[in-house]
């Protein structure tokens, strides 16, 4: 059976731009995995941080439950995620404890270094589910089958230089928007955090409001998650697309992103 691992930073990441997309790749038998990176420990102005890590590790069990996926613990705090070899040995651990053909992620220009060390981590950690010689932590032995990583867009759907970007496909999740919202609502925690640091006035709304304006994007679907496909050198033998393979009709791509793109030597 095929699988796809998402690797994000934060407790209620996933939720917000990628539950969709792994929901609708459940539904065509693939396993889906979920793992945070990062404790969520900061994310309280009423819990002390042990307190809060506790109650967002909870909510975080409770949301895979809901999306029917396996559930990986955190590995770091929030602003303590840093690109480094004894992280990268814990997420190549789950890399290959997983075996996913598809691996969701962030997108490597995004508004907080949580999420850009997040992507860095996740895009080496999957290229190196091949190599034997690399030891994870805990040790798994490698895997051989290609392994395709998509980047999710960004929050605010702009780089930190606050220029748009892209998505190279549009994954139509309109018929899964209420569960992906159920999923999210169980990080109950968040609602007060989100409002007095991010001016979220509900982070239900706000989920919905940016799965509609990738929707618009779209020119097609009412809601959507954006994605850009990484270069598959040194993860495939050549250039593979096993996300719009699955979804076929529900997958989008954009040819004026691929019109593009270099084409590599």
Sequence with gaps: MPSA???FAHPDDIEFVAAGTMLLLQERGWDIHYMNF?????????????TTAKKRLDEGREAARILGAA????ISDDLEIIYSVPLLRKVAAVVRQ????????????????????????????AFAHGIPNFQTDPHLPSYAHDVTVYHAM????????????????????TTVHARKREALAAHESQKHWLDVSQGMDSYLITMDEASRAVGRLSGRFEFAEGWRRHLHLGFSAREVDPLKGALGDLCLINEDYEKARAVPV
Excluded: W
């Excluded at 900061?42 to 819990?47: P, R």
């Design 38 to 50: 990062s404790t969520g420990n900061g994310g309280s102005v009423q819990m002390d941080g042990p």
């Design 98 to 125: 997983a075996q996913p053909s598809i691996v969701l992620t962030h997108s490597l220009e995004d508004y907080m270094e949580d999420h850009m060390e997040t992507a860095r981590l996740a895009v080496t950690a």
């Design 154 to 173: 960004p929050h605010g759907l702009c780089d930190p230089m606050r220029q748009k970007l892209m998505a190279g496909a549009y994954v139509d999740t």
């Design 5 to 7: 691992l998402a690797l």
């Design 71 to 74: 559930f990986y613990p955190p």
